[in-house]
């Protein structure tokens, strides 16, 4: 891909997306982002910091959404800074292209907001890359539609996210099928490796999540050929903020990573 500051990517390796559901504070961020760097380095891994600005989207009305808009994206503006690597968040509203745009490198489109056409078209007119998550209810073809939305705006760099599809009222499945399906699209695909695993819809109003299975959705991901893995991880996600059923735990990354890196050099 041809996104600034995107580090090893002679490698022939798959690149990450990585890094906490939500931006909670500037210090645990660059903790979390400091630690992914020198493992990613050290397996020469392209790496992109993912923290999400806000989080709109909540079960309860007394769920965690945010410190600040822009105290968010400044943090997350640091981080890349500090770092040199590109940083991704993800976008609700059209307007919150234009102000992300001015802190990160990747926008991301929601999976329930993919089909948002005005949403989509915002992003693009920013430049920046574009990660469109696949929706939930949405087969992996229907995605070229939203590839097409991005390209047809003026903006060729499309990433599509596979996070799961909807099995039943409170469960997600992966169909592996879908990803050299978008791969046929020409653009990057990548595997969410922990939204995949939620459990949605629970009584309680926060969503589960089967963590353990982390490790599995990846290996499969990359057996079939994913560009990259999107993966949330946080050093104690019992107390994150957000997500924490389905992070995975930041000192079982670089073990995972390792096991990774010698199946993409198998099948290459």
């Keep these: 891909m041809n996104l600034d500051k995107l580090k090893n990517q002679d490698a022939n390796n798959f690149f990450l997306m990585a890094g906490p559901c939500a931006i909670e504070g500037e210090e645990i961020a660059l903790r979390?982002?400091?630690?992914i760097v020198k493992i990613t380095d050290k397996l020469q891994i392209p790496y992109i910091f993912k923290g999400s600005f806000k989080k709109a989207n909540r079960s309860r009305i007394d769920s965690f959404t945010?410190?600040?808009?822009?105290?968010?994206?400044?943090?997350?503006?640091?981080v890349g800074k500090e770092f040199d690597v590109p940083t991704v968040t993800d976008i609700h509203e059209?307007?919150?292209?234009?102000?992300?745009?001015?802190?990160?490198?990747?926008?991301?489109?929601?999976?329930?907001l993919c089909r948002q056409?005005?949403?989509?078209?915002?992003?693009?007119?920013?430049?920046?890359f574009v990660n469109i998550k696949k929706g939930q209810f949405l087969s992996?073809?229907?995605?070229?539609?939203a590839v097409d939305k991005i390209k047809d705006s003026g903006n060729n760099n499309v990433i599509l996210t596979d996070r799961g599809n909807t099995f039943g009222y409170?469960?997600?499945?992966?169909?592996?099928?879908?990803?050299?399906?978008?791969?046929?699209?020409?653009?990057?695909?990548?595997?969410?490796?922990?939204?995949?695993?939620?459990?949605?819809?629970?009584?309680?109003?926060?969503?589960?999540?089967?963590?353990?299975?982390?490790?599995t959705i990846a290996k499969a991901a990359i057996a079939v050929g994913t560009d990259g893995l999107f993966i949330e991880t946080h050093p104690d996600p019992?107390?994150?903020?957000?997500?924490?059923?389905?992070?995975?735990?930041?000192?079982?990354?670089?073990?995972?990573l390792t096991k990774l890196v010698k199946i993409r050099r198998a099948i290459i």
Aim: with cysteine; net charge negative; charged share 25%.
């Design 117 to 128: 056409t005005d949403l989509l078209i915002a992003a693009a007119e920013t430049g920046k």
């Design 140 to 145: 992996a073809g229907s995605m070229k539609f």
């Design 32 to 35: 979390i982002a400091e630690k």
């Design 170 to 215: 409170q469960d997600l499945i992966v169909d592996f099928r879908g990803i050299p399906e978008m791969r046929e699209f020409n653009v990057p695909v990548v595997m969410d490796c922990t939204h995949s695993l939620q459990q949605p819809n629970q009584t309680s109003g926060v969503t589960g999540g089967k963590p353990a299975l982390i490790e």
């Design 94 to 112: 059209s307007s919150d292209a234009a102000m992300a745009a001015a802190y990160v490198d990747v926008l991301q489109i929601p999976a329930f």
């Design 238 to 256: 019992k107390n994150a903020k957000s997500d924490g059923a389905n992070m995975l735990h930041l000192d079982l990354l670089e073990d995972l």
């Design 66 to 78: 945010g410190i600040g808009d822009e105290k968010a994206l400044k943090i997350l503006e640091k």
